[in-house]
C-alpha cells in the first residue's frame, strides 16, 4: 500500500506542477463564471447609446409611425433627398438613415436602412415590426374590419413550468436553462474522461516505450503500478475540478456583491433592493431580474455533487481501460484500434444527450443512465431536470461495480501487456491472458 501511495504521489506532483495545469485551473472558472456574469453585464448596457435615425419615407406611410424610445430617436426627413441624408450619416450627423422607396403599387413592401456602422439587431426588428403592423392594420381597413378588434383579440400567453416532487412540493424550472445545462455538463464529462483518461494511457505507454519500466516493476507490482497511475491522474483531475468550483464561487460571490446583490431569495422572488438608489436602478432592470431568477433556480448543491461522484467513477471506470491498452502498444498508431471499442460508448452517451435532455424521463434515457459504460453522461444529462434518489444510487452502484470488474481484467491485461514489446497483439491473445494466474 506505500508503495500506490508513492506512485500516486509521484503522479499527482509530476502533473500539477506543469504550467500547463496552472493555466487552465485559473483560467477555468474566469470562462465559467463569465457564462453567468457577461448575460448580465450585457443587459445592464445594453441601453447606454442613443441612435439618432433619419426617416426618409417616400411612401409617405411610416413617418409618424415610429416612437421614439431611450434607445432610439427617429427623425423624420420629408422632402430630403436620400443621398443627402446618406452624407449626413456619413459626416456623423445620425448613425444611421432608413429610407422607404416609392412604390408602384398601393402597399409599400421594401425599405433600407443606411449605416456605417452595424445596425443592431433590435433597431431592425423593431423598424420591421412598425411597418408590418402598419402594413397590415392598412389591409385590414381596406376590408372593412377595424384593425383594435384584431389587436384586442390577440393574446400572448405566458407559460410558466412548475415540477412537484412527491412530497407535492412545487418549483418553477426553466427548460432552455435545464436543457443547455445538460448539454454543458454531459461534454464536461466526456471531456474530462478523455483527456485525463488519454493521460493514464499516454504514461503507460511512455514509460513502456522507454524501457523504464522495467526498471519500476522489479519494485513494485504491476498492479500497483497501474492503480497508482490511475488514482493520482484521477487526483490531479479533482484538483482542478475543485479549484474550478472554488474560484468561480468567489468571482460569482465578487460579481454579485459588485451589482448589490445581497439576498437570493428576494432576487427568486422577483422583489428588488431598495436600501441603496445604484442598487435600486441596478435591479430594476427586468433582464437582470430574469437572469439573476434563473440562476438561483438552478440546484448547484445536487448538481455539484452528482458531478464529482459520476465524473470520479466514470473517470476510474475508463482509466482503468486506458491503462490497459496502454500497456498493450508501443506507439499511438497502434493505440486507434484499441481505442475505438472504449470510447463508442462515450459517443453513444454523447450523441443520445440530444435525445434525453428533451424526454429525461422516458425508458430509454433512464436505461442509458442505469448502464455503467454511458451512465457518467447520460445521468449528467438528466440531473438539471430532477432524477430520483434511488435511480441516481443504483446507477452508483452498477458504475461501482463495473469498476471492480474491469479493474480485475485490466490488471490482468497489464502485467501481461507492460513487458511486451515488438509484438502485433490481437483481441484473441488478450483473451487469453485473462485466464493467466
Do not use: C
Not at 454531459?186 to 483518461?197: D, H, N, R
Amino acid at each position: 500500500m506505500n508503495k500506490i501511495g508513492l506512485i500516486i504521489k509521484r503522479e499527482y506532483l509530476t502533473r500539477v506542477r506543469k504550467r500547463s495545469f496552472l493555466i487552465m485551473t485559473f483560467l477555468g472558472p474566469i470562462l465559467m463564471a463569465a457564462i453567468y456574469i457577461i448575460p448580465i453585464m450585457l443587459a445592464l448596457n445594453s441601453h447606454e447609446e442613443h441612435l439618432r435615425i433619419a426617416v426618409v419615407d417616400e411612401s409617405q406611410w411610416f413617418e409618424d409611425r415610429f416612437n421614439n424610445t431611450k434607445e432610439h430617436t427617429f427623425i423624420p426627413m420629408p422632402g430630403q433627398p436620400i443621398d443627402s441624408v446618406k452624407e449626413m450619416v456619413k459626416n456623423g450627423v445620425f448613425d444611421m438613415a432608413l429610407y422607404v422607396p416609392p412604390t408602384q403599387l398601393n402597399i409599400p413592401s421594401n425599405a433600407v436602412v443606411y449605416s456605417i456602422r452595424q445596425v443592431p439587431m433590435e433597431v431592425e426588428t423593431y423598424i420591421s415590426s412598425v411597418m408590418e403592423k402598419e402594413i397590415e392594420d392598412q389591409k385590414l381597413m381596406a376590408q372593412g374590419v377595424d384593425p383594435e378588434i384584431v389587436s384586442a383579440v390577440k393574446t400572448n400567453v405566458n407559460l410558466s413550468v412548475m415540477r412537484m416532487d412527491e412530497k407535492g412540493n412545487e418549483k418553477e424550472t426553466f427548460t432552455k436553462v435545464q436543457f443547455t445545462l445538460g448539454i454543458l455538463l454531459a461534454m464536461l464529462v466526456y471531456m474530462f474522461i478523455i483527456f485525463f483518461g488519454g493521460q493514464v494511457m499516454q504514461g503507460v505507454s511512455e514509460e513502456k516505450t522507454s524501457r523504464i519500466i522495467e526498471v519500476i516493476i522489479s519494485s513494485v507490482k504491476p498492479f500497483q503500478l497501474m492503480m497508482g497511475k490511475i488514482i493520482g491522474v484521477s487526483l490531479v483531475a479533482l484538483t482542478q475540478f475543485v479549484m474550478w468550483i472554488l474560484l468561480t464561487i468567489v468571482l460569482y460571490v465578487g460579481f454579485s456583491a459588485f451589482i448589490g446583490i445581497s439576498n437570493p431569495e428576494m432576487i427568486s422572488s422577483g422583489t428588488v433592493m431598495s436600501q441603496e438608489i445604484t442598487s435600486n436602478d441596478i435591479m430594476s432592470n427586468e433582464s437582470v431580474q430574469s437572469i439573476l431568477q434563473i440562476v438561483h433556480s438552478i440546484d448547484f448543491g445536487t448538481i455539484i455533487t452528482t458531478f464529482l461522484i459520476f465524473f470520479v467513477m466514470g473517470y476510474l471506470l475508463y482509466a482503468t481501460l486506458y491503462a490497459a491498452i496502454g500497456s498493450l502498444v508501443d506507439n499511438n498508431t497502434d493505440a486507434q484500434q484499441f481505442t475505438l471499442p472504449v470510447t463508442v460508448p462515450l459517443i453513444v452517451a454523447i450523441i443520445s444527450s440530444f435525445y434525453i435532455v428533451n424526454n429525461p424521463d422516458s425508458s430509454l434515457s433512464i436505461w442509458l443512465s442505469m448502464i455503467p459504460f454511458t451512465s457518467p453522461i447520460s445521468m449528467m444529462v438528466r440531473i438539471p431536470f430532477g432524477v430520483p434518489i434511488w435511480q441516481i444510487v443504483v446507477s452508483v452502484i452498477l458504475l461501482a461495480g463495473t469498476f471492480i470488474l474491469m479493474t480485475w481484467i485490466a490488471g490482468k491485461i497489464y502485467r501481461t501487456g507492460i513487458l511486451m514489446y515488438g509484438k502485433k497483439l490481437s483481441y484473441k491473445e488478450i483473451f487469453k491472458w485473462l485466464k493467466y494466474k
